[in-house]
C-alpha cells in the first residue's frame, strides 16, 4: 500500500496566521483527503482532493478557510488560513491507491493556534 | 444518513480475555466497513476490511446487516493490542468514522 509522508508533524501559530500542510504520496494514487481530528473526537472529512480541478469540500468547510491543492497524482497541501484557537486540531492526510480498498494515513499534523 | 457508532468510548479487559469492540452503521445500500487501529504515537493503519474478510493479528469481524454490526473481536487479548481502534463506512468514495474506542489490556 502507499506510504505517505506529512509535514510538517507539529506548530505552534499564532492566530490570524495561515499554515501550510503537506502530504506526499510515494506512489500515483486515485484519491486523496484531508481529514481533522479535534481533542477527543473522532476523524472528520474536510475536503476530498482533485488532481487538476477544485478540491470537493464537505458541509462546514469552506475553501476560504481550507485551501487545497493537488498539482499532481502525488502530491496535495492543504492550507489553514487566518487560524484561531478553534482551529488547534490533528490534520490528516489520506490516501486511497489505484485498484486498492485500503486507505492510508499520514502521521499527522498537530496544529496549536496561540 | 450515513452515520457510524462506537458505544464504547473505552474498553478495559485483562490479557487472555475475549474481547468485543462494538460498531454499528447507518448506510442506505451494500456497506463497505473498516476497523483502523492507532497504537500509541504512530499513524491510522488499517486492520481489517470486511470485505477480505481476513483475520488479522487474531482480530475478526463480520458484517451483520440485519443488527447493521462489524463488531471487532479477538479471543484472547494481548497486552500489544492496546490502543484506539476506529470502525469506518465507505460512502462515495471517503470514510466515515466512528468515535473510536480506547481499548485497554491489562496483564
Known amino acids: 500500500s502507499a506510504v505517505i509522508s506529512q509535514k510538517p508533524s507539529r506548530d505552534i501559530c499564532q492566530r490570524g496566521t495561515s499554515l501550510t500542510i503537506q502530504c506526499q504520496v510515494d506512489s500515483q494514487v486515485t484519491m486523496m483527503f484531508w481529514y481533522r481530528q479535534q481533542p477527543g473526537q473522532s476523524l472528520t472529512l474536510i475536503a476530498t482532493a482533485n488532481q487538476g480541478s477544485e478540491a470537493t469540500y464537505e458541509s462546514g468547510f469552506v475553501i476560504d478557510k481550507f485551501p487545497i491543492s493537488r498539482p499532481n497524482l502525488t502530491f496535495s497541501t492543504l492550507t489553514v488560513s487566518n487560524m484561531s484557537p478553534e482551529d488547534s486540531s490533528i490534520y490528516l492526510c489520506?490516501?486511497?491507491?489505484?485498484?486498492?480498498?485500503?486507505?492510508?494515513f499520514g502521521s499527522g499534523t498537530r496544529l496549536t493556534v496561540v | 444518513a450515513q452515520r457510524v457508532t462506537q458505544p464504547e468510548k473505552l474498553l478495559s479487559v485483562f490479557k487472555g480475555a475475549p474481547v468485543e469492540l462494538k460498531c454499528n452503521y447507518s448506510y442506505s445500500g451494500s456497506p463497505e466497513l473498516f476497523w483502523y487501529v492507532q497504537y500509541s504515537r504512530q499513524r491510522l493503519q488499517l486492520l481489517l476490511r470486511?470485505?477480505s474478510r481476513e483475520s488479522i493479528k487474531g482480530f475478526t469481524a463480520d458484517l451483520n446487516k440485519g443488527e447493521t454490526s462489524f463488531h471487532l473481536k479477538k479471543p484472547f487479548a494481548q497486552e500489544e493490542d492496546s490502543a484506539m481502534y476506529y470502525c469506518?463506512?465507505?460512502?462515495?468514495?471517503?470514510?466515515?468514522f466512528g468515535k473510536g474506542t480506547k481499548l485497554s489490556v491489562k496483564p
Open positions: 469506518a463506512l465507505r460512502s462515495q468514495g471517503n470514510l466515515i
Open positions: 470486511h470485505i
Open positions: 489520506s490516501a486511497q491507491g489505484q485498484g486498492s480498498y485500503g486507505y492510508t
